[in-house]
């Protein structure tokens, strides 16, 4: 079946260190999402690639990174700038490249929290 | 910048009571929207979307959503909810040129059977 594979589902962290999040998809989308949802909050967008080797920053990029260089492939590192990275955090993709109006499928998330 | 604001965080109702969540965004230019509904336990799914035509948009589950232009309104809409809606539902908006998605806060939907 189609769809998005974050792993791991529980991560934790030592303060100060630096962990990545794996988001892969093999829906053949060309956008990718990383989104963190805290509660009360909803989902905001901390980074997105609309496309291979592009991506762009989010409302709340400080402290994180991103890399684009497969289609299938977007994985996020939580660095040790983050102030707060305990969250949940959701991979989603879409098609369309540019298109503007297509839905975003969501992959089950990872549970980041802070040792 | 746009924005999403859905003013019911939370929302206790009895099965066969009828629902509208509130949405409203703000953008004066072409939006398109979104409902998607996050069940317990599950990921996050689309319920309906709007990106021209008919106003009054039907999705699974027996959901639907007005778009109110004059009003900058999405409004979700069901008749007679079941037990099995329990769920939180986001309202979303994105407008033309990028893919760049913003999310409400989210409405948690208690029915209680």
């Known amino acids: 079946d189609g769809g998005i594979t974050q792993s791991p589902k529980y991560l934790f962290r030592k303060e100060g260190q630096n962990v990545t999040l794996s988001c892969e998809q093999n829906?053949?989308?060309?956008?990718m999402y990383w989104y963190r949802q805290d509660p009360g909050q909803g989902l905001r967008l901390i980074y997105y690639?609309?496309?291979?080797?592009?991506?762009q920053k989010g409302d709340i990029a400080e402290g994180y990174s991103v890399s684009r260089e497969k289609k299938e492939s977007f994985p996020l590192t939580v660095t040790s700038a983050q102030k707060n990275p305990t969250a949940f955090y959701l991979c989603?993709?879409?098609?369309?490249?540019?298109?503007?109006?297509?839905?975003?499928?969501f992959g089950d998330g990872t549970r980041l929290s802070i040792l | 910048a746009q924005s999403v604001s859905q003013h019911n965080h939370h929302v206790i109702l009895s099965e066969a009571a009828s629902l509208e969540l509130g949405c409203n965004y703000s953008?004066?230019?072409?939006?398109?929207l979104f409902w998607y509904v996050q069940y317990p336990g599950q990921h996050l799914q689309l319920l309906l979307k709007y990106f021209s035509g008919d106003p009054l948009v039907k999705g699974i589950k027996g959901f639907e959503a007005e778009f109110i232009k004059s009003k900058f309104s999405f409004n979700l809409r069901k008749p007679s909810v079941q037990w099995s809606d329990t769920a939180e539902y986001f309202c979303?908006?994105?407008?033309?040129?990028?893919?760049?998605?913003?999310f409400g806060t989210g409405t948690k939907l208690q029915v209680i059977p």
């Open positions: 979303a908006v994105n407008t033309g040129g990028y893919q760049k998605v913003t």
């Open positions: 989603a993709s879409s098609t369309g490249g540019r298109v503007s109006n297509q839905p975003q499928h």
């Open positions: 829906l053949n989308h060309d956008a």
């Open positions: 953008y004066g230019g072409t939006v398109n």
């Open positions: 690639s609309q496309i291979v080797n592009d991506f």
